[in-house]
């Protein structure tokens, strides 16, 4: 790439650090949002490991599509039932066949889905969810990017965003969903968190599955969600001067005995759908004070989708820059076109407090230079997406 292309702007400060207030939200992993997200990785994941064990190398494929419609539940504290299972739509595009040979599309999709909901959620049953594949054929124009030779092309016209490093008020929200999940077994794994920084407070909204099982009575529900409060509390206490107020479950009427109770700790078990890219970043964070992608990243191949790409490289280039430049704040946005090469983006616009602007060039080249090796680790799982 032509690192003299790179445009830069050097800031002052970290412009959120400056703003009075900050809003940053976490969808937990059991979210339906992130149930797809999730399902839509690793259905790509083990689709790319299909095609370099059986071809050698990793075939077009896009599989950011899959939706979530909730099931039935009747729950009651000590337990209720399963009316209707979860309904997981798992659609897009993949290489269906090669000289000849059927892929087994399908199958692997649906073994990969529930292979990650048996790894992910330990209050869902099997039998809780039922899988549609729906997967078709790539276009032939997208799969001549991956067939020719020579330097991989972006398959699509996109945008990629990244910052470092995280703020104060990102550390705690997306800190605080696994801590919980951690440490109260009672909850399941639809913990949401929303965080509202004013200049001398942080405001915590947190919506956290209570699983039946767990409470006999309404006593014992309400004693949870103290428990979820006093952890939240005492977690963002100890991360920040700013005053803290928790407040859990906020739509409970405890009167009328109207609570968040669930049987799988999930709310896609009745009333809450979900659908791919809805949810967090790549850093794990909603974070409308700071730049963003629309760009799905779950589910996109790892070889050729820069949507999903140069979201991580934008975010990786970031955080290089401010360790090894001790910046305070960067912020990096890609530009891709379809069909010039992934390592060659159209535009690359840097802004950042570091002053030693052929040093971050160099650095977010090298970052883009290293794409290959980075699509090994989606492969691998070693790459946070969501």
């Not at 992993?29 to 690793?42: N, Q, R, V, Y």
């Not at 968040?260 to 999930?266: A, F, N, P």
């Not at 629309?294 to 989708?305: D, F, I, M």
């Amino acid at each position: 790439m032509d690192v003299s292309a790179v445009s830069v702007s050097h800031l002052e400060r970290d412009p959120v650090s400056a703003r009075p207030t900050e809003v940053v939200e976490r969808k937990g992993l059991g979210h339906p949002d992130s149930i797809c997200d999730g399902i839509a990785e690793e259905v790509s994941r083990r689709l790319s490991q299909y095609y370099l064990e059986e071809f050698g190398h990793i075939l077009h494929h896009n599989t950011d599509s899959v939706q979530l419609v909730a099931g039935t539940t009747e729950p009651a504290f000590g337990g209720g039932e399963i009316v209707d299972p979860i309904y997981v739509l798992i659609s897009g595009r993949a290489t269906t066949t090669v000289d000849g040979r059927d892929v087994p599309v399908d199958n692997l999709a649906v073994d990969a889905a529930r292979d990650y909901i048996d790894a992910t959620f330990d209050d869902l049953p099997a039998d809780a969810v039922e899988f549609d594949p729906r997967i078709g054929e790539t276009s032939a124009d997208l799969k001549a990017l991956f067939d020719e030779q020579g330097a991989t092309r972006a398959n699509d016209t996109s945008i990629g965003v990244g910052y470092a490093p995280l703020s104060e008020t990102d550390r705690i929200v997306r800190g605080l969903e696994p801590a919980i999940r951690d440490e109260i077994p009672a909850v399941g794994e639809d913990i949401k968190v929303l965080g509202w920084r004013t200049d001398d407070e942080l405001r915590l909204t947190v919506a956290a599955a209570v699983v039946s099982r767990y409470v006999a009575t309404l006593a014992e529900y309400v004693d949870v969600v103290a428990q979820v409060e006093n952890l939240a509390s005492r977690y963002a206490s100890e991360r920040t001067e700013c005053d803290v107020h928790v407040d859990v479950n906020a739509a409970d009427d405890i009167d009328t005995e109207t609570v968040y109770l669930t049987e799988t700790g999930l709310s896609a078990e009745m009333g809450d759908d979900g659908n791919v890219g809805r949810g967090n970043r790549v850093n794990g964070l909603i974070t409308p004070h700071r730049s963003m992608s629309l760009e799905a990243t779950a589910g996109k191949n790892p070889v050729s989708h820069v949507g999903k790409l140069y979201n991580i490289v934008a975010t990786n280039a970031a955080e290089r820059i401010n360790q090894e430049l001790d910046a305070e704040y960067t912020g990096i946005k890609l530009l891709s076109q379809i069909g010039a090469p992934v390592t060659d983006p159209q535009a690359i616009d840097v802004e950042t407090t570091a002053r030693d602007d052929d040093e971050l060039r160099r650095l977010v080249a090298a970052e883009l230079e290293g794409i290959d090796s980075l699509a090994r680790e989606i492969v691998a799982g070693d790459v946070q997406l969501f």
